[in-house]
């Protein structure tokens, strides 16, 4: 098997079979073997119905559907897990990502045995200002603070060799964060710039919510820095206080209306505050440790259908 495409669905009904028969047309007589390995996140709308019709009139697509919702980056790991291919793409199911980059991406790995992995990212961004002025932010952040490298806007839309999917694989934590998953395992990775396309329909999971909360996961999964940062904050503190003690008994010599009550309690509801920030970042972390030392899967199956126990059967 040359090639598997796995592909996160969910709720993508009105999308799904347009993304199967777009992807066949364009791999037609350009890729020699190929298998499709779709992961319903638990839709609810009709997408299982969906891909057990396409499962029904081929040979070369797999479909695990998950007990319920895990999330993207569940749906990924399940589907690089199942994947057989000597290179393993992962694509979303929107047609925002065109098949047409993934003949790209063959042709680098084809040609060139020194790369692994063939990433794309964003050209140019097709969202709002406030959305990217944020992201740009965390990248930077993330490449300051974390010890593995992040891509300015690239996606989990890769093609990796089957060496990096198997080590991908192997990392088994709970709280999953793919782009640095990627980053961590090494290999190496070439990045291509490529045009997101519109949602051919259907609309985007993500809310700004779900943006921050993945982002969290990334901070929190790829660096303990936050958690340095509370020593050097406490310290700075320290000096500040006794810089504040000096001030406030100069003042309160030349000046008896000096307001010293205001100033204390600014400066106990500020003490407060970032006492309270720490204990949520140890909190997060803690957290993490709770969750993975509960060793709960990452995705429950509830259904799997391959093409392979069909040709036994025959
Ligand atoms: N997705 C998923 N589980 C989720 C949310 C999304 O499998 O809980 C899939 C979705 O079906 C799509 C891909 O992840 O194939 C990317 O999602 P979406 O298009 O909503 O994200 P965006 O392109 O807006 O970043
Ligand atoms: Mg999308």
Known sequence: MKLSLVVPCYNEEDVIYNFYKETKRVFENKVESYEFVFVNDGSKDKTLETLKAIHKVSDNVKVISFSRNFGKEAAMYAGLCKAVGDYTCVIDADLQQRPEVVLEMMNILDSDSSVDCVAAYQAERKEGKGVSFLKKGFYKLMNFISEVEFYPGASDFRLMRRKMVDEVVKLTEYHRFSKGLFSFVGFNTKFIPYEVQQR???????????????????????????????????????????????????????????????????????????????????????????MQGKNRPIYITKEFLTYEEEKEEE
């Not at 999971?205 to 820095?225: D, P």
């Not at 050097?232 to 000096?246: E, P, S």
């Not at 000046?255 to 970032?274: K, R, Y």
Request: proline share 1%; no cysteine.
């Open 200 to 290: 051919a329909a259907g609309e985007s999971k993500w809310s700004i919510t779900k943006l921050f909360i993945y982002a969290v996961e990334g901070i929190v999964g790829y660096t303990t820095a936050p958690l340095k940062l509370s020593t050097f904050a406490g310290l700075g503190m320290i000096v500040a206080a006794f810089l504040y003690l000096v001030f406030a008994l100069i003042i309160g010599a030349v000046n008896a209306d000096f307001s010293e009550n205001i100033a204390v309690i600014t400066l106990l509801l500020l003490i407060g505050g970032i006492q309270l920030v720490f204990l949520g970042i140890i909190g997060e972390y803690l957290a993490r440790a709770y």
